[in-house]
């Protein structure tokens, strides 16, 4: 309704229901897909664990089952552009995979230049003492998380 603040949900006795809605992050590869949800708010954002990539179709069906158990309401997803800008292989994948996100569940997909995030979260994951396998098996998902955090500081400007 007009002139209502965004988020909320008036019933009919004029009391006031937070609409419980978060982002998604989307940190896209062809072995693992980094997975980060935020809070509500958009404040926050945390890590939410690595798909390991199974195919189109079964990635798609297990991001559907999180967007509906954690009421996602957007998805970004990151853009692994080279660091001088352009757009190679790995980044047209990630277009085409927001792309059909978008189409088969009928929400927001944006996408952000996701260019330091991997090397952020290595450098984050290192200095925790974390090695090998271990490292391996949580760095998509903070890449996700510092994509999503990016992404939720732009939009929390603008």
Same mark, same amino acid.
């Given at each position: ?24 992050? /989307? ?35 297990? /991001? ?47 996408? /952000? ?25 949580? /760095? ?19």
């Amino acid at each position: 309704m007009a002139g209502e603040p965004r988020g909320e949900l008036r019933e009919p006795s004029g009391l006031a229901f937070r609409k419980v809605a978060c982002t998604l992050g /989307i940190d896209h590869g062809s072995k693992r897909i980094g997975l980060a949800i935020s809070d509500p708010d958009g404040k926050v954002a945390l890590p939410a664990g690595t798909l390991t990539s199974r195919g189109l179709e079964r990635d798609l069906a297990a /991001i559907r089952e999180l967007v509906e158990a954690r009421q996602v309401e957007r998805i970004v997803v990151g853009l692994p552009l080279h660091m001088d800008g352009r757009s190679g292989r790995q980044a047209e994948a990630a277009r085409a995979f927001a792309e059909r996100l978008a189409s088969e569940l009928g929400l927001p997909v944006d996408t /952000i230049d996701e260019r330091w995030t991997t090397r952020e979260a290595e450098r984050a994951l290192r200095e925790t003492g974390r090695k090998g396998k271990k490292k391996r098996a949580v /760095i998509d998902s903070v890449a996700a998380a510092l994509l999503l955090r990016t992404y939720l500081e732009r939009e929390g400007a603008g």
